[in-house]
């Protein structure tokens, strides 16, 4: 047998490998394959990663500095004269006053002054003031005020202050700006407490005067009854029926005064006008009460009528008239005293914390962090660019990927 004829019989008795068959999943990289290119690309990646680095590095030299300047007030935490003592002269409503807030279920009062502070009449006044205008290099007035928005930061903290922060390149004007936030806001709640106690001093004025005349013409009518009628004096009980009644009806009219006063300048749903309505509706069941308790079932309504001598009825008709007036005259006196001693005041007292002082470092940009994110960013950014450069690579030996590499050219390219 010659060689030929051996190498021959070998590779028949030898077994058959199968052919490599490409499957769908010959396109995908191991992690190990990934590491090693990974390895291979290491100079690209390390190069990438150095430029960010510096880039970042230069940038957070050449970027201009900005300086926040803050300032931190104690806003008045109740108006004593707008709410608890404008109702306390009416029936004890200071104290329920003092908790309206727990029991009405109010949001925090320093809401009030936060949105006072971001209120258009601050914006602009502070836009005039420091000529932000030509600051911001914006001609339109409404673009000025988002600028100025966006650099000021006014937050209500929880210890019960306010924080007011202005962030600008010029740190004497972050805090000139910061601490005219707190005069802005001095004056605006000055104003309106003037304006308030204004409107209240002249509606209580005008009732005052009607409550007079009433009151004159009640007590004239009363003379004249005891002229024609004889009588001085009544009974201890029924005077004191009447003036018990009386005093309740007066109250309740002056309550009903003292609440149109309150809706000149306040909702529905302000905490003084909600207590207001509480207080008069439970004066109203007493006086129902008082009156079912007292009257003995025929005759006038509001006094016992069987205990009193016919020829007297008249005379206390028009004594409770006295009564009544007379104490409708005296809560209006008492609110138009209050309404003139809070037009005299300055408005509300505003307690500043911490004065803005001129920052002595700037608070941005951050460098180190500018540094890091930036560096972060280019390697991450270099290593995604080495996997999908060696996915499409890998991608190229198998007909179905050439086919599908093919197809999304394609479409790319807008020939489809």
Not at 167 to 179: F, V
Not at 365 to 374: A, F, M, Y
Request: glycine share 6%; hydrophobic share 40%; charged share 25%.
């Amino acid at each position: 047998m010659t060689t030929e004829e051996t190498s021959l019989e070998l590779n028949r008795a030898a077994p058959r490998t199968p052919p490599v068959r490409h499957s769908g999943h010959s396109g995908e990289i191991s992690l190990l394959q990934l590491l090693i290119i990974l390895a291979e690309k290491r100079g690209l990646i390390l190069g990438v990663t150095a430029a960010f680095a510096i880039v970042s590095v230069a940038a957070a030299f050449l970027l201009p500095k900005w300086y926040t300047a803050s300032a931190r007030i104690l806003p008045p935490q109740q108006n004593q004269s707008l709410a608890s003592s404008f109702l306390s002269q009416l029936g004890g409503a200071g104290s329920l006053a003092a908790v309206a807030g727990k029991d009405l279920g109010l949001k925090n009062p320093n809401d009030l002054y936060v949105s006072m502070l971001k209120s258009r009449t601050v914006a602009d006044a502070l836009v005039q003031r420091f000529q932000l205008q030509a600051v911001y290099g914006k001609n339109i007035l409404s673009d000025v005020r988002k600028k100025l928005e966006k650099c000021s930061d006014i937050t209500d903290t929880r210890d019960g202050l306010i924080r007011i922060s202005v962030q600008d390149r010029d740190p004497k004007r972050a805090a000139a700006m910061a601490n005219d936030y707190v005069d802005q806001l001095r004056r605006m709640t000055a104003g309106l407490a003037l304006t308030e106690a204004a409107q209240r001093r002249l509606f209580f004025d005008f009732q005052l005067q009607k409550a007079k005349e009433s009151l004159a013409l009640a007590e004239q009518n009363l003379s004249e009854t005891q002229q024609r009628t004889g009588l001085i004096q009544l009974d201890s009980q029924a005077k004191a029926i009447i003036e018990s009644v009386a005093s309740v009806r007066g109250q309740i009219a002056a309550k009903e005064l003292a609440l149109r006063s309150m809706r000149t300048y306040a909702t529905d749903q302000n905490a003084g006008v909600v207590l207001a309505q509480q207080e008069l509706a439970a004066m109203r069941q007493q006086l129902t009460k008082l009156e079912r308790q007292q009257n003995a079932g025929s005759g006038d309504l509001h006094i016992p009528t069987k205990q009193i001598p016919e020829v007297g009825l008249e005379y206390v008709r028009a004594l409770r008239e006295v009564k009544y007036n007379e104490t409708i005259f005296e809560v209006l006196a008492k609110q138009y005293e209050i309404a003139k001693v809070d037009e005299a005041k300055q408005g509300s007292v505003i307690q500043v914390i911490d004065t803005a002082i001129e920052p002595d470092r700037h608070s941005w940009p951050t460098r180190w962090l500018l540094v890091l994110v930036s560096t972060t960013m280019g390697f991450l950014g270099s290593v995604l660019f080495v996997c999908v450069g060696a996915g499409f690579a890998q991608s190229r030996h198998t007909p179905e990927e050439r086919v599908r590499l093919d197809r999304l050219k394609t479409l790319l390219s807008g020939k489809a």
